[in-house]
């Protein structure tokens, strides 16, 4: 059994899983975070005993790191003795974190694929480019390593593998619709790191159908859709991590993620846009002083983590899947809502980061536990959803399942 816990990153996602796992000490043992700034790491700190979230006495220590030096995160990982390291840092240091615990044996978690600075929109699929290089080295050195385990990548593609195994018959498209319905009373801001979610967006949209990749151009195709709670929203097909895994399991299956927007936001990002300003490119000012446009519209919008106080409403993330049961075409839709001000009632953050944060800690109980050790890298597709979640169920992200014979929840026999 794996225990001890190093947390990579400090912002808000980092938040959430650091109260998680507080929550959860009795089953995962002393817990770290690190982050460039060790005030934040202290602050997060400071904020979960606070609220009492230790399950029982534990050990939580504050560390500087930069991430992006795998020999210091192999040192930082020796000298916490952490076995399980979760990284919810920027997607700039997968790879190094990633080495890092390759050469210790530490398991390792991410949220989300590897970003190289230099690039936006990488040619798919995108985990090939970088984390699905290190497969075999994984498996030699015996290391668990689970990739994309956040909601979306994450609880999404172990709802299209329950959907596989307990829905249907045959998959014919996996449609990921993420829609936050939410306010957080802002003019305008991002609800999770503003460089990562605009690189994300001003490049070409990927989608995996009819056995190939398609391109678009982000905001091209929308559609409405009519979901629960959260009623009916104008989504876009978005490119995102998980479409690049499921379709390798999947690649008979159309694979498409949409993602909901506002036309403000639609509005306030296209001029931005074309402005040059979304650009990662480095441009000089006239003064001589050479700057990137994209960190500087990071460095003026409000950080993600300060709009949880004020944010109402919910979100609804899930899987429309469709295919054949019994001969007959049938569809499933799996999926979780979750509400703004209960997460920031519970551990100090919006909803966006607490879907992203809580599923992470789930698979570290998994590993933590043996369930999920397997000594090789994986994507949660390949991985049994059933405990999974079912854990999820019991810590804060309950799953649905709506079909033809109505809308209940997801139980499992224990």
């Known amino acids: 059994m794996k225990k001890s816990v190093l947390i990579i990153g400090a912002g808000g996602v980092a938040q959430v899983v650091a109260h998680k796992c507080a929550q959860h000490n009795d089953r995962l043992g002393d817990l770290h975070i690190a982050s460039r700034t060790r005030a934040k790491c202290e602050a997060i700190i400071a904020g979960l005993r606070a609220r009492g979230a230790m399950a029982v006495p534990g050990r939580f220590d504050a560390h500087q790191i930069d991430a992006m030096d795998s020999a210091a995160v192999a040192g930082l990982i020796r000298t916490t003795g952490a076995r399980i390291v979760i990284n919810v840092g920027s997607a700039f240091v997968n790879m190094s974190v990633l080495d890092a615990c390759i050469e210790t044996g530490a398991a390792y978690l991410d949220t989300a694929i590897h970003e190289d600075p230099a690039k936006v929109c990488e040619t798919p699929p995108w985990y090939a480019n970088h984390e699905w290089k290190r497969r075999e080295a994984c498996a030699k050195a015996g290391v668990t390593a689970i990739l994309g385990v956040g909601f979306d990548p994450g609880v999404v593609n172990a709802y299209a593998r329950l959907a596989e195994e307990d829905c249907l018959d045959t998959i014919d498209s996996i449609d990921i619709v993420d829609i936050n319905a939410g306010s957080h009373g802002r003019w305008f801001a991002t609800n999770f790191d503003p460089e990562i979610n605009f690189r994300e967006f001003t490049g070409t949209v990927y989608s995996w159908q009819k056995g190939r990749w398609q391109a678009n151009e982000m905001f091209e195709v929308g559609r409405e859709w009519d979901l629960p709670v959260v009623g009916r929203q104008k989504a876009y097909l978005t490119g995102h991590d998980e479409v690049h895994s499921l379709s390798a399991r999947y690649p008979q299956a159309d694979v498409r993620f949409w993602m ?78 979750a509400d703004h001000a209960a997460a920031f009632g519970e551990v100090g953050s919006q909803g966006i980061s607490y879907t992203a944060g809580v599923p992470p800690v789930a698979a570290a109980i998994l590993i933590a536990e043996g369930t999920w050790d397997l000594g090789r890298m994986a994507n949660v597709e390949e991985l049994d959803p059933r405990p999974f979640l079912d854990l999820l169920n019991r810590i804060g992200l309950p799953t649905r399942i709506r079909d033809a014979a109505g809308d209940r929840a997801l139980t499992f026999d224990r």
């Open 260 to 337: 909901g927007f506002s036309d403000h936001y639609i509005t306030v990002f296209t001029v931005l846009k074309t402005l040059g300003l979304l650009s990662e490119k480095p441009v000089r000012t006239a003064e001589g002083q050479e700057v990137i446009p994209l960190k500087v519209v990071k460095a003026v919008l409000p950080d993600p983590s300060s709009l949880a106080p004020d944010y109402t409403g919910k979100t609804c993330i899930g899987d429309l899947v469709r295919g054949t049961r019994d001969g007959k075409p049938a569809e499933v839709f799996i999926y979780n809502v």
